[in-house]
């Protein structure tokens, strides 16, 4: 039993629960975070050389040799470890940028669908499991002050996730000489506007 406990690889998690943030790694023969989550035993994970710390940096972060994770409070989870695919476990899928709302959070990413000739509609019905995987995201929460963070890969709990939807990355500037055009030619006044003062600004 001690031998096959050794042969356990160690995967780097961040856990977002309810209100905590926990980091840690754990001990798995499973290489995605979503064979993890969702092929776990019990109802909870056990992380080692924990940090767990509130939202918005708020408090001190609590340091412990171990944790255990109650699975129904994690919004979603972050690997920290790339894991390169295994050819073999792969089955072909279509890819579509969605949104995600798993308040407080909004995430933004790529989920891998089943084809259904185009039918979006039918593939998000097919779309099941208790955690999602969710590729080349974007996470942040406004509410609780956590700033844009990127993530290759992470799993988001189905049933906490109220919304999921297709997302479309727009320019609202894009056609009407904004911001983004005014930084790339340095924007032009519009007639009648007053000079610019000494010094640049007002």
């Known amino acids: 039993m001690y031998a096959a406990f050794q042969e356990l690889g160690r995967a780097e998690l961040t856990l977002y629960t309810d209100s905590l943030i926990a980091r840690g790694s754990i001990r798995t023969r499973q290489h995605r975070v979503t064979d993890i989550l969702n092929l776990a035993e019990d109802p909870f994970l056990i992380l080692e050389e924990v940090t767990v710390e509130e939202f918005g940096g708020h408090g001190t972060p609590i340091r412990a040799a171990y944790a255990q994770i109650n699975l129904d409070t994690v919004l979603f989870a972050v690997a920290n470890t790339p894991v390169e695919p295994i050819p073999e476990l792969r089955t072909p899928k279509t890819q579509e940028q969605v949104i995600i709302e798993v308040p407080p959070f909004k995430i933004i990413g790529t989920v891998h669908l089943l084809p259904t000739g185009g039918n979006l509609r039918e593939a998000l019905v097919e779309l099941t499991g208790r955690f999602l995987p969710v590729t080349d995201a974007t996470y942040w929460s406004d509410q609780v002050g ?19 939807a297709p ?12 911001p983004a055009a005014d930084a790339a030619g340095g924007g032009t006044p519009p007639p009648g506007s007053p000079p610019e003062p000494p010094g640049g600004g007002w």
């Open 167 to 178: 997302h479309k990355e727009i320019d609202p500037w894009a056609g009407l000489g904004g």
């Open 146 to 164: 956590e700033a844009r963070q990127t993530a290759l890969a992470l799993a988001i709990n189905h049933h906490r996730a109220q919304i999921l």
